[in-house]
């Protein structure tokens, strides 16, 4: 539980203010005695923590917070305590009153930050963590916090953009689900009622079909929601498990690996680059930015280029005649080499595939928009097709 203090007191220059305390009792008669007020009253409030899970964005505050806090010249205890005070979950108390803790025995941030990750069942990004211990080694912990919060804040993007762009078709897909649903539970079971069981057998085969469809929806109606309900909800819940097992069938289809390639070449330059920035040695930032790849041909590639400038080649080198980075891509890598501005050049590249990614899925999405509505648009025609057959061959039945 959260508190705050609400307090009327005299200033040393015997003003009367009244103001708002945020932390416990000691450390409100701490704050008062610090700053020579006289008490008249004070009230104290229990301000009820959320419950909710830490989350990636909080996360991201934690390090802008600490990096500002720090920056300003504040210790990193007291930065923390203060983050401890300004909590308004309690996943995020418990967390930064971890590192603290863990502080106290004696570890750096970095190694403090994982602890209390660990303890506390939270996943952090493993990049953002080496960029703080490696800046925090060489006495540099504000620029660490600096870079970690950029990578953050560049992925946290990346995957905003991917969400806003499937918004709309995955809008477009539910609503055409909703209305063939209604299509098969209230207008085709009203019409297949209107033949006698003889009248159905004669029917055309397509219409004998769909009305088959809506007959067996409409008798089996709860099942067949629960069906879908449990399809909705397993794919939401475990849309990452599902996603790993369809992922190298997706990653078949050329446009589909197209797109993967991009955006894991735009994350890895930009995880490069903020590496090499922060003090990495080449070597090292080569290696550890091959951590975020997931797409194994392309992982291949990066460790490969990984053991061959341990053997003195050069990046731009090692790069020649692979077709998953273009030959321009690679010039450009070469001129970074050799004008020593190779963080410059990777950011820039980093920058170019997101741009080329964020086209790409414009590109895709323009295509996929009115696929969407032609397919509904023909399932809808097909169910209305076959009724209508089923009227026309109404003479020929009853004649």
């Known amino acids: 539980m959260k508190k705050i203090y609400i307090y009327e007191a005299v200033s040393e220059d015997g003003q009367k203010i009244s103001g708002v305390f945020n932390g416990?009792?000691?450390?409100?008669?701490?704050?008062?005695?610090?700053?020579?007020?006289?008490?008249?009253?004070?009230?104290?409030?229990?301000?009820?923590?959320?419950?909710?899970?830490?989350?990636?964005?909080?996360?991201?505050?934690f390090i802008e917070e600490l990096y500002y806090?720090?920056?300003s010249g504040m210790s990193v205890d007291k930065a923390l305590i203060n983050l401890i005070k300004n909590a308004v979950k309690e996943s995020q108390k418990n967390f930064f009153e971890d590192i603290l803790k863990s502080l106290k025995e004696g570890n750096q941030l970095s190694k403090s930050i994982v602890l209390a990750a660990k303890s506390n069942n939270i996943t952090l990004d493993e990049l953002s963590v080496l960029l703080i211990e490696t800046n925090e080694t060489v006495g540099n912990l504000p620029l660490g916090l600096k870079k970690a919060q950029e990578h953050l804040e560049f992925k946290e993007s990346i995957f905003s953009e991917i969400k806003q762009a499937m918004s709309y078709p995955l809008f477009l897909i539910s609503m055409s689900v909703i209305l063939v649903f209604f299509v098969f539970i209230f207008i085709v079971p009203k019409f297949a009622e209107i033949f006698t069981p003889e009248e159905f057998e004669k029917l055309p085969l397509l219409s004998k079909t769909i009305l088959e469809i809506g007959l067996y929806v409409d008798n089996n109606l709860y099942q067949v929601l629960g069906i879908f309900v449990t399809f909705v909800l397993v794919s939401v819940l475990f849309r990452k498990q599902l996603f790993e097992m369809l992922k190298p069938y997706l990653l078949q289809i050329p446009l589909f690996k197209e797109l993967v390639i991009k955006l894991q070449l735009s994350y890895f330059f930009g995880a490069f680059s903020l590496m090499l920035e922060g003090g990495f040695d080449m070597k090292k930032a080569l290696y550890q930015s091959s951590k975020i790849i997931t797409y194994d041909k392309l992982k291949s590639l990066i460790l490969k280029v990984y053991d061959d400038i341990k053997r003195g080649e050069k990046i731009s080198e090692s790069l020649m005649g692979s077709d998953l980075i273009d030959s321009n891509t690679i010039s450009l890598i070469a001129a970074g080499e050799n004008s020593a501005k190779l963080d410059e050049i990777f950011n820039s590249l980093s920058k170019r595939y997101l741009n080329e990614f964020k086209k790409s899925t414009a590109s895709l999405l323009s295509m996929l928009e009115p696929a969407v509505i032609i397919l509904m648009g023909g399932v809808i025609a097909v169910i209305v097709i076959s009724i209508m057959l089923a009227v026309m061959s109404i003479s020929d039945i009853t004649g």
Do not use: A, C
């Not at 009820?48 to 989350?55: A, I, Q, R």
């Open 24 to 61: 416990d009792l000691e450390s409100f008669k701490r704050y008062i005695r610090e700053h020579k007020l006289f008490l008249i009253s004070y009230k104290e409030k229990d301000i009820k923590l959320k419950t909710s899970k830490f989350t990636v964005k909080d996360y991201i505050y």
């Open 69 to 71: 806090l720090i920056n």
